[in-house]
């Protein structure tokens, strides 16, 4: 049972547009939210990450937007630049105040074409 | 600032062997936690070690085991391999006392069981 789903395996964007990744989550005991970039033969770098106590966190041009009620969190990369192109995770965890485990969906392909 | 380490970047074994994997975490963090990323999937928790004591542990059967040592490194070992095993084996490291700490991935080991 996949706690963590990012149902779009892929995604193409043109340079300078909005790209924006999707996740939904079933468990309700998830409570803080990451967003991962991964480039091939390179590990996991993390990007963002939201508390479920905010609805937004914003850096640079990096927005992660958590809807509780939905079980959905979305990733808005504004503008996209062709080094953005990667697989993107979601990962989430839960409460327990510690550097818990990450439960991670199965990434989005993200392709910024010129 | 030396990131998450990891060695060797790349494993060749046959079914029914034995494999070490070896991980150092980023500067001041004290918790390694160990992930398998299968091709197409996200990563699956395996389990995390803090003060050289596994503390969690996700869904992976007793051959593959751990250590950490009185550094903060970290050992993975698989027994008895299986063509499922291959795969890329990642480490992340993070600061337990920090809280809601964010999980910092090396850049793994390919392992190759034929």
């Known amino acids: 049972d996949q706690q963590v789903k990012q149902n779009s395996p892929s995604l193409s964007v043109q340079e300078g547009r909005i790209s924006i990744l999707n996740c939904d989550y079933t468990n309700s005991m998830f409570d803080y939210f990451l967003w991962y970039k991964k480039y091939p033969a390179e590990g996991p770098t993390f990007l963002i990450s939201?508390?479920?106590?905010?609805d937004k966190n914003e850096d640079g041009r990096f927005t992660v937007f958590l809807n509780k009620s939905a079980k959905h969190l979305s990733l808005h990369i504004v503008p996209s630049q062709p080094g953005d192109s990667a697989v993107y995770f979601c990962a989430a965890s839960p409460g327990t105040g510690t550097a818990s485990k990450l439960t991670f969906g199965t990434g989005t392909r993200l392709q910024v074409t010129l | 600032d030396a990131g998450v380490t990891q060695s060797p970047t790349h494993l060749i074994k046959t079914r029914g062997q034995q494999v070490t994997l070896r991980c150092s975490p980023k500067?001041?963090?004290?918790?390694v936690s160990w992930y398998q990323q299968a091709l197409g999937q996200g990563p699956q928790f395996i389990f995390q070690y803090y003060e050289e004591e596994e503390r969690q542990r996700g869904n992976f059967p007793d051959r593959f085991s751990g250590h950490q040592f009185p550094n903060y490194s970290s050992e993975l070992n698989v027994n008895a391999l299986l063509l499922g095993d291959s795969a890329l084996y990642l480490c992340?490291?993070?600061?337990?006392?920090?809280?809601?700490?964010?999980?910092?991935f090396g850049p793994g080991t390919r392992l190759t069981v034929l």
């Open positions: 500067s001041g963090h004290d918790t």
């Open positions: 992340a490291s993070s600061l337990r006392l920090a809280g809601r700490s964010t999980q910092y």
């Open positions: 939201i508390s479920s106590i905010k």
